[in-house]
């Protein structure tokens, strides 16, 4: 796993795309302070800038230096959730701006995945999270459903857990500053 992490750091490093397992579906990631990197991830996906990326974190304290005020609630939802789960944030700070949705929110999950984990400590920065798929078409549930291009356009896929059936894609719930709480995807 050692060398896998390796491999991911020095593409991200330089602004490239990689496709790696997470505790979802296999994901597309990058820098999320990268705006070029970012621009690369809707390129590929075709996906329109105004419909926003996943960003993950390896713990509470990276979670709280990317978001400039974390609702208390967050901590329960988190701690308590059966499934993974993104949560929405208002006022995300330190990212690319690319990332940053038209009112202000980003979604972020921390990751329990310990890949993802390691990955994302030794980085010291969020990776960018979102299913490895065109947009508008299925999410793949294994690494052999993913397609052509998307094996293609990527600068490295990681060498872990090709043959293991993915997980469903995250809860996702918008927690406003205000307390308010909006369930998106169960």
Known sequence: MQ???NNCLAVLK????????????????CDATHPVAIDKVYALK???ESKSLICLVNDFKMLNQFVEEVPEVAYDILKYAAKPTTIIYDDPIRVAENLIAQDNSLAIRVTK???CKQLIRKFRRPIVSTSANISGTK???SFKEI???ILEGVDY???LHRTKKS???SAIIKLKNDGSVRVIRE
Do not use: Q, S
């Not at 330089?14 to 990631?29: A, H, S």
């Open 3 to 5: 060398e896998e992490i």
């Open 14 to 29: 330089r602004g490239g795309l990689i496709l790696y397992p997470t505790d979802t579906v296999w994901g597309i990631g």
């Open 46 to 48: 075709h996906r329109v």
């Open 113 to 115: 995945d310990d890949f």
């Open 139 to 141: 999410t793949p549930t």
């Open 147 to 149: 397609a052509p291009e």
């Open 157 to 159: 896929v990681v060498n």
């Open 167 to 169: 997980g469903k894609p």
